[in-house]
């Protein structure tokens, strides 16, 4: 029976042990006691499960690596080299090394596949003019065992790619060992004397041209350097400027708020996640550590399936997590992304020698006086529920090409509410709010919860049920809103440390999640403890400094796995592991990357989701439906940017999802009660929200009568102006509704097969039935103009191109605001129509304004912030 099939009839059992068992499982407080539950069911007993877990264990270790199939990939690129075929070449190669079992210069029983492998890439990369490349090859292959009386083959090599990077002092130093090679290696004289003349003739031949082109391109790296904090970094939080401070209040709990004055673009935190999980569509595009795209892959030196950009990056990878992970990768491809980024978590805690932030209060000389990471842990009870953050990943509904379709327990997945293309700043995952992301402190010392689960329940349990303790949806819906004062009501706000202590502290939302849910987490939770094995869970829970965490006092003889300690060890390790996947639901963030798109819609850009990641600090950033911040990513690396000016005491607020620009109140409203758990109560909301006959105009009709915004209401139309009682029946406007949306779809099909008449001719009939119906500023008329647009500009009439893109920009920037991020894709695009035009002074005017809000957003980062600098150097050469 396949392995897909099997994790079928694990979810069939889940199911049914929900029957059977929910009632009596629902009355357990605490992870720990879940776990116990869930380890003694009969059902891990039954064919089925011992079946599905005999195949996982039976696939550990089986990594793909294979000798025969490596050298029969290198021998077919040797065939496509000498067919001058280099990138056929290269991806054989490259195939090659992956399946290269790893060996080291002093390995007597390794094979040369992978170090050959190697060298002949770096061969490929030498024609292909990827001088850089081609030497991380050279040395990538000398580490792993080249042959030495073959080596001068790679030192002539090398040479010639740093004359080619035009480091001509590297070069001479290495002119004398490539010589000495040369002269050493067994080939004919003939061939040794055009070597040397080759080495000495090298310098000689790049030219000046050349030789700057080389070191402009080497030096390329310096535009995506990451930026710097603004005021530096603060003492208080982990990877936070410090003109930023972490407040608390009693009904919102904590937030970071301004503590010094921010202008537009200033950049208030720059964070690396916690641990991140690359999604399964991008592992054959992306490595697996940066999240960068992968030019030329480095194996993983355990497995064929995992690749990184760089030896760093899987030394990186393979020192934190993946030495234990990559012999279990059947496993982890079978389960979710929230569980595999659970497991990251405990690992990379564990490879940091970190601690669980209750293993200070199991120690008797610490027991009198917590930890500050303790006491984050231990006194939250008495605050308010901060309202989750839901990431909605693709890789939770994806499957994989070696391992089952739909294998994850859907336990975490809500239906999804996407973002527009424009939304760079939304986390995928729209979190639920605010408040609840940290345990907080109790700010009663009088609380009778603390106290009596303090007396009662043991160290690691307290912590666990501690951190799952959450308030009322009443409390929950105290949204925080931007205010010029805010008070803070704690004394001593402890520091905020990017430590697995910030991570394990965020909120787990216990009671957002069903008793299905939690059941079905668990099983999941247990699974993967099962097939890790045993000594892997004692390993971790011992170096997280849980009480328990070695094997000692096992008899001689005796297995791990039969000792109590590590019963209780794998008990504790599946108890940490739910309690992750729990907070994930709620905290996780997706790592996206920008991707153009050639569409008809207003907005050019989409977002591609790449990973599922834990910022700990980004966490803290509360929710507004009109945000004050701008989150983007260089790589893995997150960074908030202000986009409006923030005074000292201002809350920085971001957007979950739910723009003000982008769905009317009630529809926000409902989106975030639905998903996120909270209503929401900032500022956009609280105007709307006192003006019950407030209409959102960028979808609004238009008043027959009057020509005001109307809406549609018990069906009819009825206009929201005080000074109109005007109301009509739909069905007209049902009908014109419907043939303008039959126009719109016809005329984009049009104009994608290049049928730019007839698109044209569909449009402006589509504009003259919505002047009819709707209201001027209704988006609808604006995405028809845009379209225009772009037929004319197809055409090639930038002209009348221009005219009408003006005509959507208008509407794009009263919708999204003067200085959205939204306004600036389309600013981008009217000056490429300027441009191509030739209208010098308003495509510069243009181009400043994009650059402006561009830089505000992103820095000098975004791809479009570079093509408008070559524009703006291009118009202002013509000037001169």
């Given amino acids: 029976m396949a392995t897909s099939e099997r994790w079928k009839l694990f979810q069939e059992s889940c199911k049914k042990e929900l029957g059977r068992r929910l009632p009596e499982f629902s009355r357990l407080k605490t992870d720990k006691e879940r776990a116990r539950f869930c380890l003694a069911l009969d059902c891990w007993d039954g064919d089925t499960l011992t079946k599905l877990i005999e195949k996982l264990q039976s696939l550990k270790g089986k990594v793909g690596k294979s000798t025969e199939k490596a050298n029969h990939l290198r021998d077919k690129g040797n065939a496509a080299y000498k067919a001058q075929k280099f990138q056929e070449a290269f991806t054989l190669y490259t195939d090659s090394i992956s399946y290269s079992p790893v060996t080291h210069k002093n390995d007597d029983n390794g094979t040369e596949c992978l170090s050959l492998a190697l060298a002949n890439r770096s061969t490929v990369l030498f024609h292909l003019q990827e001088y850089k490349l081609c030497l991380q090859d050279i040395k990538a292959s000398i580490d792993a065992g080249y042959p030495e009386n073959l080596q001068y083959k790679l030192l002539h090599r090398k040479v010639q790619a740093l004359f080619k990077l035009a480091k001509k002092d590297d070069a001479k130093k290495e002119v004398k060992g490539a010589l000495e090679a040369i002269e050493k290696a067994d080939i004919p004289e003939d061939r040794k004397e ?8 090298a310098g000689r031949n790049i030219s000046k041209q050349e030789e700057g082109k080389e070191v402009e391109l080497e030096n390329s790296g310096e535009d995506v350097k990451i930026p710097k904090l603004q005021y530096g970094e603060g003492q208080q939080v982990a990877h936070a400027s410090g003109g930023v401070e972490m407040r608390q209040e009693a009904d919102k709990g904590r937030m970071l708020v301004a503590q010094k004055a921010f202008e537009p673009g200033s950049v208030l935190i720059v964070e690396q996640p916690y641990a991140a999980v690359l999604l399964q569509k991008h592992h054959s595009t992306h490595c697996h550590t940066c999240v960068t795209p992968v030019l030329v892959p480095h194996p993983c030196r355990g497995c064929q399936y995992v690749q990184y950009c760089s030896r760093t990056c899987e030394e990186q990878a393979w020192r934190e997590y993946h030495s234990y992970e990559c012999e279990h990768w059947h496993l982890l491809q079978m389960v979710e992304t929230f569980a595999q980024l659970s ?31 303790a006491k984050l842990c231990t006194d939250k009870v008495s605050l308010t529920s901060d309202e989750a953050k839901t990431v909605q990943t693709d890789s939770e509904t994806e499957s994989t090409s070696e391992q089952p379709g739909d294998l994850s327990v859907q336990t975490d997945v809500i239906e999804e509410n996407p973002p527009s293309a424009g939304m760079e700043s939304h986390t995928t995952a729209d979190k639920p709010s605010d408040q609840n992301k940290l345990c907080m402190d109790d700010l009663s010392s009088t609380s009778k919860e603390a106290k009596t689960d303090s007396e009662t329940e043991s160290t690691l349990e307290q912590a666990s049920y501690m951190s799952e303790m959450e308030s009322t949806p009443e409390q929950a819906s105290n949204m925080s809103v931007k205010t010029d004062s805010l008070q803070n009501t704690m004394q001593n706000v402890e520091l905020h440390r990017a430590s697995y ?11 957002h999640h069903s008793v299905e849910q939690l059941l079905t987490q668990m099983m999941v939770s247990c699974l993967m403890c099962k097939c890790l094995g045993v000594d892997m869970c004692v390993e971790v829970v011992k170096k997280l400094g849980l009480e328990g965490g070695n094997c000692g006092g096992m008899t001689e003889g005796r ?9 209780a060890c794998v008990e504790k390790m599946a108890a940490l592991l739910c309690h992750h996947m729990q907070q994930l639901r709620c905290n996780a963030q997706t790592i996206t990357t920008l991707q153009e798109q050639d569409s008809v819609s207003l907005l050019e ?12 600090t980004e966490a803290l950033l509360n929710h507004s439906c009109r945000p004050n911040v701008f989150v983007s990513f260089q790589g893995k690396t997150l960074i908030v940017r202000a986009v409006s000016h923030i005074k000292p005491g201002e809350e920085l607020l971001h957007c979950y999802g739910p723009h003000a620009g982008r769905m009317g109140c009630a529809e926000r409203q409902a989106a975030l009660k639905e998903q996120y758990f909270f209503s929401c109560r900032c500022d956009a909301c609280q105007e709307q929200v006192g003006n019950p006959n407030t209409v959102d105009m960028f979808s609004a009709y238009k008043c027959p009568v009057c020509n005001n915004a109307a809406k549609l209401q018990d069906n009819k139309l009825v206009c929201t102006s005080p000074n109109c009682d005007a109301q009509g029946d739909t069905d007209d406007i049902k009908t014109t509704s ?36 709707l209201h001027p500023s209704n988006k609808d008329i604006a995405r028809t103009h845009d379209a225009l647009a772009r037929c004319y500009a197809t055409s090639g009439d930038c002209k009348k191109s221009v005219e009408h893109l003006k005509k959507s920009l208008s509407t794009v920037e009263l919708q999204f605001g003067a200085c959205s991020v939204e306004l600036a894709h389309e600013l981008h695009k009217l000056a490429q129509l300027q441009f191509n035009g030739q209208q010098v002074a308003e495509c510069l005017d243009t181009i400043e304004r994009a650059l402006t809000i561009f830089g505000c957003h992103y820095g000098d980062h975004h791809p479009k912030s570079k093509e408008l600098k070559a524009m703006k150097d291009c118009l202002i050469d013509v000037l001169v």
């Fill in 559 to 567: 297995d791990c796995a039969e000792s109590v300690e590590g019963g």
């Fill in 738 to 773: 419907k043939k303008i949306q039959d126009l719109f779809v016809q005329s984009s099909a049009f104009l994608e097969e290049g049928q730019i008449q007839e698109a044209v001719s569909g449009l402006k009939q589509c504009l003259v039935l919505q002047w009819k119906i």
């Fill in 343 to 373: 497991l990251r978590l405990l690992l990379t805690a564990a490879a940091r020698g970190e601690k669980h932030p209750s293993a200070d209060m199991e120690s008797p000389a610490t027991a009198s006086k917590p930890s500050d990471q």
């Fill in 501 to 511: 202590s910030s991570v394990y502290n965020l909120m787990t939302h216990t009671e």
């Fill in 605 to 616: 850009d989409k977002q591609v989701r790449l990973a599922t990641a834990v910022f700990p």
């Fill in 194 to 201: 055009a070597m040397r003349k080759e080495l000495k003739l």
